[in-house]
T-cell receptor, first 114, second 113 residues
Framework: KAGVTQTPRYLIKTRGQQVTLSCSPI?????VSWYQQTPGQGLQFLFE???????NKGNFPGRFSGRQFSNSRSEMNVSTLELGDSALYLC?????????????FGSGTQLSVL | AQSVTQLGSHVSVSEGALVLLRCNYS??????LFWYVQYPNQGLQLLLK??????LVKGINGFEAEFKKSETSFHLTKPSAHMSDAAEYFC???????????FGKGTTLSVSS
């Protein structure tokens, strides 16, 4: 079974631009979560989607948004990029009916904002 | 509110030595606790988890952790370090609703020969 796939692996953007990151969960997983990892703040929860609906949201500004498609693939969008948005963005999926002890993480997308 | 604190951002050991990575938690409900490992340029891999069953939890790669409620601790240990254990380790607790993980700042483990 293929793992969680995140694309692209690396991204370089400039301040003010917007960016879209993609995550394909493990086949059969309907829940997708996003986390931001920075050296200063560590790992922080962004949001979770299940069956195309956002179920939970972390404490991030509205510039961070996401969506999930009917095939469970998810995208995360950051608008009006700031230097502080430079981070590793990790996606995780889990099977339906399970909680966080069944999370599987992708390798992440490294975003650099110049 | 749930939180975890990892004591020591960097731990160095010699190959064959005991590995001890410290994690203390704060939780208003019985916690679900996790240890994850992250190798360079990779995502997170679950090492082990505590979900209110046995207090001594065994994980992959020879790691184990003991849940101590009286000390609010969940330290990670391995009797004998291997070069391949060099990585960053994260302790995490599930939030109260069980909908997300709250991570510590991480501990980088270095192993020297």
């Amino acid at each position: 079974k293929a793992g969680v796939t995140q694309t692209p692996r690396y991204l370089i953007k400039t301040r003010g631009q917007q960016v879209t990151l993609s995550c394909s969960p493990i086949s059969g997983h309907r829940s997708v979560s996003w986390y931001q990892q920075t050296p200063g703040q560590g790992l922080q929860f962004l949001f979770e989607y299940f069956s195309e609906t956002q179920r939970n949201k972390g404490n991030f500004p509205g510039r961070f948004s996401g969506r999930q498609f009917s095939n469970s693939r998810s995208e995360m969008n950051v608008s009006t990029l700031e230097l502080g948005d430079s981070a590793l963005y990790l996606c995780a999926s889990r099977p339906s009916g399970t909680t966080n002890e069944k999370l599987f993480f992708g390798s992440g997308t490294q975003l650099s904002v110049l | 509110a749930q939180s975890v604190t990892q004591l020591g951002s960097h731990v160095s050991v010699s190959e064959g030595a005991l590995v001890l990575l410290r994690c203390n938690y704060s939780s208003s409900v019985p916690p679900y606790l996790f240890w994850y490992v992250q190798y360079p340029n990779q995502g997170l891999q679950l090492l082990l988890k505590y979900t209110s069953a046995a207090t001594l939890v065994k994980g992959i790669n020879g790691f184990e952790a003991e849940f101590k409620k009286s000390e609010t601790s969940f330290h990670l240990t391995k009797p004998s370090a291997h070069m391949s254990d060099a990585a960053e380790y994260f302790c995490a607790v599930a939030n109260q609703a069980g909908t997300a993980l709250i991570f510590g700042k991480g501990t980088t483990l270095s192993v020297s020969s």
